[in-house]
């Protein structure tokens, strides 16, 4: 069950042991890793029941959904058709990633090998983080994405600006991992006073009879303190607002092809933790978290998009759009708490709730492929030498036609316009808050700061695109071409997001089913 | 029971001024060490408390968890040693906070 892994550890390593050896032949260390991922992927694809062979009836990787790749008594691992779509949607960024550095890492580049290994490792922890469920295991998990991230921000150790932005990362990673640690040790410790004992594993803490206050009200200030802990650490790395201040600078700093991973991926590990966490672990604990996490995603949209606008850079203005972003998400999590908690798991209840984390899941995917994209056009116009500034982008539209386009097209979906990607997931997100009024009429807020938000942020998207086509490019610029694995890897975002209404029919099915497995209805 | 929470509350409290006042990286390293420290403890005092061996392991691996850590910080801070010149934090300014 655990093969996709399996394969990619091995490719990671392969990678690694063979960056000694072809030191002059990077084009044979790409293929290696791209083969790897894309196995990876394609079996991951058979294992949700969406393949080739499963159309054909040919069944070569049995479904793990359901009772096979429930290891929750040895492992602390369910690899459940939600982990499968998280571990999905990680493999594809992967793969994108991968395919354009070819385009974006020049050929003389050292240490490419480790390059290509840290970052299947770094995958690796993310699908393991999806699947996990012990507090301590998504710890570990957690873990090891973040620690070859922390690396490969560094990966042009010559450059002052990628170093810089990796120590940053580093201290801000540390010693949010550090306070998810102590908020875990903490829960550790709670569980022990109520009838479960001392356990991290969430579904124990989930019950019943769970961990509640019910009978213990001397539990409710530790209580607090580590979900303040928790929410802090994992906040970080989502970027919520009161911890967001790293997330321009080390978008900005790091090599574009790992902004992308860290944009699209990293920052998802931390929403899967989020879900796992509050969703089934804490959701019974009779603490108000769920106005904390509301309040929290309303100030993480507002914060976002407001201080996107004054932004020169076109990599920094991505970054707190993509901050805004990470608020839509949040939305999900109070939806499908408030839905469950407020009344006895009803019909209306359990749907609202379904509605609410497939809205989630759906954006977040939608999301992963529009700021893989956005990143890559930055990343294939600095392949030519073009400054990640506004004013470097003018007439944009007549010097790289395809990738000005894909551009417009990728920001036109981050607000939310309607036949592209990002109008569904947020139509879905944004509607299921709707619904959640009936229990708690406070939710219309999220709705209304959502739809505010997105509109907010249509004006710094389309400055980018009146720079792109409006504006004249400067004097002597001409025409220029773009690396064709960056083309590539565009166009394959491109695809995902302006098809996103035929693949949603596809996977909506298969989403529903995920979102009922999750809450375990 | 008390003292070891107590203790770990200071380790925490300790760790995270450590973080934010001391500008030297390596000092900066070794608070963050010390956040991780104060959460193993809290594990192994809970689990010697209630009997459940667990949490003995849970320490364990986190001591691996901070080594690898360490090691990792201590290369980033290298390579910044490298292009700057200095790992004293507050000098390093190319990005905007």
Request: glycine share 8%; hydrophobic share 55%; aromatic share 12%.
């Amino acid at each position: 069950m655990f093969l996709p892994e399996t394969i990619l550890v091995v490719t990671a390593l392969a990678s690694a042991v063979l960056g000694f050896a072809w030191r002059k032949r990077p084009e044979a260390l790409w293929a290696v890793a791209l083969v790897g991922t894309g196995l990876a992927s394609f079996i991951t694809i058979d294992m949700m029941g969406l393949g080739i062979t499963n159309a054909l009836h040919l069944s070569l990787w049995p479904s793990p959904i359901g009772t096979r790749g429930n290891f929750t008594l040895e492992l602390k691992m369910n690899v459940d058709a939600f982990a499968l779509f998280f571990q999905l949607m990680f493999q594809l960024v992967a793969l994108l990633v991968i395919i354009a550095s070819r385009g974006f890492i020049r050929a003389e580049e050292p240490h490419q090998g480790e390059y290509y290994a840290l970052m299947l490792l770094a995958v690796v922890g993310m699908m393991f983080t999806a699947a996990a469920t012990d507090l301590f295991v998504l710890f570990l998990a957690f873990e090891t994405s973040s620690l070859s991230t922390f690396a490969l921000v560094a990966y042009r150790k010559k450059d002052r600006q990628a170093t810089e932005a990796s120590a940053k990362f580093f201290i801000i990673g540390a010693v949010s991992s550090g306070i998810v640690l102590f908020g875990i040790s903490l829960i550790y410790g709670i569980a022990g006073t109520s009838s479960i004992g001392t356990t991290t594993d969430l579904i124990l803490l989930r019950g019943p009879p769970g961990l509640t206050l019910a009978g213990h009200p001397e539990i409710e200030p530790p209580l607090i303190i580590a979900l303040v802990f928790l929410i802090a650490g994992f906040g970080f790395k989502v970027a919520v607002v009161p911890f967001h201040m790293w997330a321009p600078d080390v978008y900005q700093g790091s090599p574009t092809t790992i902004s992308v991973l860290l944009t699209a991926a990293s920052k998802n590990v931390g929403i899967v933790a989020l879900f796992r966490v509050f969703l089934i672990g804490l959701l019974n604990v009779q603490v108000d978290w769920i106005a904390a996490l509301a309040v929290l995603g309303i100030a993480t949209q507002t914060v976002g998009n407001i201080v996107a606008i004054p932004q020169r850079s076109v990599k920094r203005m991505l970054a707190y759009s993509s901050i805004a972003q990470a608020g839509y998400i949040l939305i999900a999590i109070p939806v499908g708490a408030v839905a469950v908690q407020s009344t006895a798991p009803g019909d209306r209840a359990s749907t609202v709730a379904i509605y609410g984390l497939v809205g989630g899941m759906l954006h977040v995917f939608v999301y992963a492929a529009m700021k893989a994209g956005a990143f890559l056009v930055v990343a294939g116009t600095e392949s030519r030498g073009i400054a990640d500034d506004m004013e470097a982008y003018k007439g944009l539209g007549r010097r790289m036609p395809f990738l000005a386009f894909s551009m417009t097209v990728f920001l036109l979906s981050l607000a939310g316009i309607p036949p592209l990607g990002g109008f569904f997931s947020k139509f879905v997100l944004f509607s299921s808050a709707v619904n959640a009024a009936s229990f708690n009429q406070w939710f219309l807020a999220l709705a209304i700061s959502g739809v505010l938000n997105s509109a907010l942020s249509l004006y710094y998207y389309a400055r980018v695109i009146w720079y792109m086509y409006i504006l004249d490019p400067e004097e002597g610029a001409q025409k220029e071409t773009v690396p064709r694995p960056i083309e590539a890897g565009v166009f394959i975002a491109l695809a995902i997001v302006m098809l996103t209404a035929v693949l949603a029919a596809f996977f909506l099915g298969f989403l529903t089913d995920a979102a009922r497995g999750f809450f375990g209805f | 029971m008390e003292y070891e929470l107590l203790l770990s509350g200071a380790l925490l409290c300790i760790g995270l001024y450590g973080v934010l006042a001391r500008r030297n990286g390596i000092i900066v390293l070794m608070s963050i060490e010390i956040i991780l420290n104060a959460s193993i403890l809290n594990f192994v005092a809970f689990s010697s408390y209630s009997g459940n061996p667990s949490g003995q392991i849970f320490a364990l691996l986190g001591i691996a968890v901070a080594a690898a850590e360490a090691a990792v910080g201590l290369a980033v801070f290298l390579s910044i040693y490298q292009t700057h010149g200095s790992i004293e934090l507050d000098k390093i300014r190319f990005l905007k906070w």
